[in-house]
T-cell receptor, first 112, second 115 residues
């Protein structure tokens, strides 16, 4: 069974600070996704990582993938309040039709 | 920009009643997923369709849940009878078969409350 673990589950950080969210998964996978969810809303796709060493950046967020370590990171640079949300990593596997296995999410609060 | 449509957005029902949710995927997306998200958790797959065929329904509680996608376009998820533990957000997602990224696009969800 594919398991996806995120840490931390809760994160409160000050504006302007940097931080990293970690996502570990238990079995081989050929793609990893990061989604954002605002309270009461649906999921918004942020990044798709398809290969070892893949790095993608959008604004203050940068995601990377190490398939050998089965680890992905989401790095936040100079956080701003608008980044407050819950961030999910999800792993897809061709053997399961690419249905996603999600972590529990990291609830991020950026404070002044 | 094309979006996944879901209705209703909110549903309150009493236990033992029947409920149904509807999803219309992005045009041209052959793959459709239903996920259930309990408050404070990540979404969990209930059922996956490829066109009108079920690819995976291993996590669907078949004694009370059913899902169909008769013409390979829109889909309906039904619960009968609803139980208290079914209170959750039900999310529909779709993806384009053959897209190298297989990105799933999620609809706004249906929030179900069972009283």
């Amino acid at each position: 069974e594919l398991k996806v673990e995120q840490n931390p589950l809760f994160l409160s950080m000050q504006e302007g600070k940097n931080y990293t969210i970690y996502c570990n998964y238990s079995t081989t996978s050929d793609r990893l996704y990061w989604y954002r969810q605002d309270p009461g809303k649906s999921l918004e796709s942020l990044f798709v990582l398809l290969s070892n060493g893949a790095v993608k950046q959008e604004g203050r967020l940068m995601a990377s993938l190490d398939t050998k370590a089965r680890l992905s990171t989401l790095h936040i640079t100079a956080a701003v309040h608008d980044l407050s949300a819950t961030y999910f990593c999800a792993v897809g596997n061709s053997n399961s039709g690419y249905a996603l296995n999600f972590g529990k999410g990291t609830s991020l609060l950026v404070t002044p | 920009e094309a979006e996944v449509a879901q209705s209703p957005r909110y549903k309150i029902t009493e236990k033992s009643q029947a409920v149904a949710f509807w999803c219309d995927p992005i045009s041209g997306h052959a793959t459709l997923y239903w996920y259930r998200q309990i408050l404070g958790q990540g979404p969990e797959l209930l059922v996956q369709f490829q066109d009108e065929s079920v690819v995976d329904d291993s996590q669907l509680p078949k004694d009370r849940f059913s899902a169909e996608r008769l013409k390979g376009v829109d889909s309906t998820l039904k619960i009968q009878p609803a139980e208290l533990g079914d209170s959750a957000m039900y999310l529909c997602a779709s993806s384009f078969w053959g897209d190298s990224t297989d990105t799933q696009y999620f609809g706004p969800g249906t929030r179900l409350t069972v009283l």
